[in-house]
């Protein structure tokens, strides 16, 4: 028995021996990013923290949302509106803010606050910068950020996600953990990451597949009109009640 629990605590070193040797070999600074002097000097040092001493990267593709691409794009540049429509649903907790342009404060109700920034806003894709704090009476409160990609596709009807996390978790000791239970559990740390975009692909899908319904709620919303007219365009029949 020892034997064996000795090669499982072998070969789960060596993983994270690996996917740290792969971090390492990386290149200084994100290809997936314009030119660091492209960014603010406080924003482009936390993306090479971020991305040179990343936890660990995950990528996960979630179920296609049957909406059109316009509309979720929409819904993904108006993080503020989509929350409120997931709590309005009962989709989600989380609580988005506008602070500015392609800056926002986040709170998902659940001990996790923070603010992002959107670095690339490209046709089919967005890249944003994290940052913030988890507490719980399990493990105090851990800090840390994140870069995430996330790319859409239009297959007939529907748009297809993908979504490539790369975390940095600022305490060693929950970092070592973090590693070695992201070999044993890489599933769940999936479907987490998957929740992260579930709930704009569900308020899109509401949005085109029942829009009177969505556009009367559009009208009384809890967020500023300005950030509501960005998603009412696209959607038939909110031009009248929002």
Do not use: K
């Not at 482009?44 to 509309?71: F, I, K, M, Q, Y």
């Not at 851990?142 to 596709?153: C, H, K, P, Q, V």
């Amino acid at each position: 028995m020892q034997s064996v629990t000795w090669r499982l605590a072998a070969s789960l070193l060596a993983l994270v021996a690996a996917s740290l040797a792969a971090g390492d070999a990386a290149p200084p600074w994100p290809p997936f990013l314009p030119e660091r002097a492209a960014l603010p000097a406080d924003i482009a040092a936390l993306v090479e923290r971020t991305w040179g001493h990343r936890t660990w990267s995950r990528t996960v593709r979630g179920r296609p949302a049957r909406a059109p691409l316009d509309l979720y794009m929409a819904l993904v540049d108006a993080p503020d509106v989509t929350a409120a429509a997931a709590r309005f649903r009962e989709l989600a907790r989380h609580e988005v803010r506008a602070l500015g342009e392609d800056w926002y404060e986040a709170d998902d109700g659940d001990g996790s606050r923070g603010q992002y920034r959107v670095l690339v806003r490209e046709a089919r894709r967005r890249v944003m910068l994290s940052w913030g704090e988890h507490s719980s009476g399990l493990v105090g409160t851990i800090r840390g950020s994140a870069l995430t990609e996330l790319s859409l596709e239009p297959r007939g009807g529907d748009v297809a996600q993908e979504l490539t996390a790369h975390v940095l978790i600022e305490s060693r000791v929950a970092a070592a953990l973090a590693r070695m239970l992201l070999v044993l559990f890489g599933g769940i740390a999936d479907r987490r990451l998957r929740q992260a975009f579930a709930s704009a692909g569900q308020v899109a899908e509401w949005a085109a597949d029942q829009p009177a319904e969505f556009c009367q709620w559009l009208g009384r919303a809890p967020v500023p009109a300005e950030r509501r007219a960005r998603v009412a365009g696209l959607v038939r029949g909110c031009g009248e009640t929002s």
